[in-house]
């Protein structure tokens, strides 16, 4: 089981970015997927979730209405487009996988994003510079 993230750079304060997350040897509809971000110095952040079939979405108060998570199941793929981005945007970015269950549900774990319970597997990260 692997993932792995890309499409990140130097981009300038305005501009977008679509990350990218390839998931190997996963049988998608059984993960909750969520977008984290680490910076210098600092804790990681989560940003993103969106449920098993992607009918659900969550986005922490500093992306609303800028990041858009997605998700492509038959095609092993999820995805985190950026827009408007600001400096404070840049980190390291990391996709990460989590099964769900019938108790611990995709809202649980999307509802639960600071918290440490998100233990499944993590991708290897990308970095994205906002910067002019």
């Known amino acids: 089981l692997q993932l792995v993230e890309s499409g990140g750079g130097l981009v300038q304060p305005g501009g977008s970015l679509r990350l990218s997350c390839a998931a190997f040897?996963?049988?998608?509809?059984?993960?909750?997927i969520g977008w984290f971000r680490q910076a210098p110095g600092k804790e990681r952040e989560g940003v993103s979730c969106?449920?098993?079939?992607?009918?659900?979405?969550y986005y922490e108060d500093s992306v609303q209405g800028r990041f858009t998570i997605s998700r492509d199941n038959a095609k092993n793929m999820a995805y985190l487009q950026m827009s408007s981005l600001k400096p404070e945007d840049t980190a390291v970015y990391y996709c990460?996988?989590?099964?769900?269950?019938?108790?611990?549900?995709?809202?649980?774990?999307?509802?639960?994003?600071?918290?440490?319970?998100?233990?499944?597997?993590w991708g290897q990260g990308t970095q994205v510079t906002v910067s002019s």
């Open positions: 969106i449920s098993n079939s992607g009918s659900r979405t």
């Open positions: 990460a996988f989590i099964t769900t269950s019938t108790v611990y549900t995709a809202d649980y774990y999307c509802n639960n994003l600071q918290s440490r319970i998100w233990s499944g597997y």
């Open positions: 040897g996963f049988t998608m509809d059984y993960y909750a």
